[in-house]
């Protein structure tokens, strides 16, 4: 290794800790355009891929961007690319490739406020559900969200390995806050993390079929130039990775297993952290910058005597609906605060079934202070 | 006994993926053929090779081909395939696409790859129209064409592909038609081994849609069309190389060497890299 790659404390903006993140996780291949409040991840992997003799490059617009990972993917190296809004809109309809073609990559989305260019240097969480439902198709996919900056350097690494686990894309859905703050980062030596790699097929090239998956749904890669001479398509296709656009018997079989290697592998795959929950008869869900705020409301509450506690969600995609439903049957009632007009709420709705749910949206500038959050939770109290 | 004889070709091509899909008298056939008679020339080396195709007819040859391939989003191939080149630059990728996929929502992935210089090479069958979804027009078709999207003939000024790739900064340009087999071979043999961004245009007949439409119904009439205007002209001014129903010209184009963005790129690399050995 020429210029090392970093260890120890650092004070770094969420962007750049993203970006060393990927570096360590073995990212070597960054496609982009610029975009407010992703940039600096760009900027700083133009200096520092370089650096590790990995690539970086500036395309034409997202949709180019996110073709070129899935590309480099399949050139066999690690791939990412970050993005807002508007590109991540771009980016759907390759995210769809990369799901049908299985491709392992990283996609980073430091959400601002939409829709359309919406507000550029404002923090937001409206593109939650774009980040399941925004490619057309059905199909299972992981999104992760970061709520300081350390998270971001730790999620980064933790998407790299879900997605070379499960060969799906994976996003992580950042917001203008969690990118833009600076904190202290405590990188760990490259020794001491976990680093996963996609698993290469175990049989000679003749054998090889491109999308036959193992007992885990997960077919082995192999990439180009490996003597495989393998075909993908982001057309309906067999194990062979032949097309077969007319057989619902592969178009079941095909769309049920991208679904169901996520689903079938969520309890792996879902993380979330439960804070005071134990005894707790409101519940407060939320996930990035917002549980932040949550947390000290909770905190407040506590204090005023209310038995509050929060689940925070990590995992958004696949959705912890076990967790939620837990939490919901032993609780009055369950806060969801989230900046948009109440996204992720239908899913805790969904879940929370008999319980009532309070959801508080906030637009705009600031995400909710924790008085905000205490007052619901005091009213379901 | 019966002898069971297998063809020279065979192993270029997936057996599994036969018949193909194109209708009688297409020129896409050809246009494979071509290509598979410029690998074998070369003795091409097949484990380095990926072909990347988008989508519509000639869409499929990246399945067609027994190599490593990809079948990509409508009009991404060449992003796609700028992915596959910088993170691998020891192989040899190849577009195989339409006009329509490359011109109209690939435009953009087009001209900026070729500005770049990026080493792909790109083989686009030029049938004039959309066939893949039954004729419409597209960023080729000759004005006041008949197409199912331009019933009243078509208004739209196409576009001169040659001159498009050579002003975008192309280092090898070459239009042929599927008559001219033996030159379109040898054009592909040379950009083949060529390094930096290099485009064969290869006007390809569509009798069955746009040949129905614009009285010429048949495979063999359209070719007689190709016969009857085709001029060759080769390095003469690509703003010049306009196709009209008198004229098709053809030949090679451009041949120019300049270095290619993955060279440029790994050089700077390794002097990135030497500046932080030092550091150290």
Known sequence: ?381 | MVLEEVHPFSKYLRAEMMPHIWCPGCGNGIVLNCFVHALDELKYDMDKLVVVSGIGCIGRTAGYINTDSFHTTHGRALAFATGVKLANPELDVVVISGDGDLFAIGGNHFIHAARRNMGIKVLCANNLNYGMTGGQQGPTTPLESLTTTSPYGSIEHPFNLVHLAAASGSTFVARWTTLHVRRLTQSIKKMMQKKGFCFVEVLAQCPEIYGRYNKMRSGLEMMSWFKRASVVENFSDPSKAEISSDKIPVGEFVDIEKLSYERMLHEKISKINEKAMEKV
């Open chain 1, 1 to 381: 290794m020429l210029q090392k790659l970093l260890t120890g404390p650092h004070f770094l903006n969420g962007d750049l800790a993203c970006a060393e993140g990927a570096l360590l996780a073995g990212c070597r291949f960054f496609a982009g355009y610029p975009i407010t409040p992703a940039t600096e991840i760009a900027e700083h992997l133009s200096q520092r891929m370089p650096e590790l003799g990995g690539i970086y490059v500036q395309m034409e617009d997202e949709i180019a961007s996110m073709a070129a990972i899935i590309g480099a993917s399949y050139s066999g190296l690690k791939a990412m690319t970050a993005t807002s809004g508007p590109g991540f809109s771009l980016m759907q309809e390759n995210i769809g490739l990369a799901v049908m073609t299985e491709a392992p990559c990283v996609i980073v989305d430091v959400m601002r406020g939409g829709p359309s260019t919406g507000q550029p240097t404002m923090p937001g969480q409206q593109d939650v559900m774009q980040a399941k439902w925004g490619s057309h198709g059905d199909y299972g996919i992981i999104a992760l969200t970061p709520a300081s900056v350390q998270e971001m350097f730790d999620f980064t690494i933790e998407a790299f390995n879900l997605s070379e686990t499960y060969r799906v894309p994976t996003l992580l859905m950042a917001d203008e806050i969690v990118g833009h703050m600076w904190e202290k980062v405590v990188i760990p030596s490259p020794e001491k993390l976990k680093i996963i790699n996609r698993k290469k097929p175990q049989v000679p090239p003749e054998k090889y079929k491109a999308f036959k998956p193992d007992d885990d749904l997960v077919p082995p890669m192999a990439c180009f130039g490996e003597g495989y001479h393998f075909h993908a398509t982001g057309l309906t296709h067999d194990e062979s990775g032949y097309p077969k656009t007319s057989s619902s018997e592969v178009q079941s079989e095909l769309v049920n297993r991208l679904c169901q290697k996520i689903e079938k592998n969520a309890h792996k795959i879902i993380r979330y952290e439960k804070t005071m929950l134990d005894d707790a008869e409101v519940a407060v869900v939320a996930y990035g910058i917002v549980a932040r705020a949550a947390l000290s409301a909770v905190r407040k509450a506590r204090e005023n005597g209310i038995k509050a506690g929060l689940l925070r969600l990590i995992t958004i995609w696949p959705f912890p609906t076990e967790q939620v439903a837990k939490v919901a049957k032993q609780t009055k009632g369950i806060v969801v605060p989230e900046m948009n007009c109440g996204q992720l709420v239908r899913e805790v709705e969904r879940a929370a079934k008999e319980t009532p749910v309070t959801f508080i949206s906030k637009l705009g500038e600031e995400p909710h202070t924790p008085m905000e959050i205490l007052n619901a939770i005091e009213g379901v109290n």
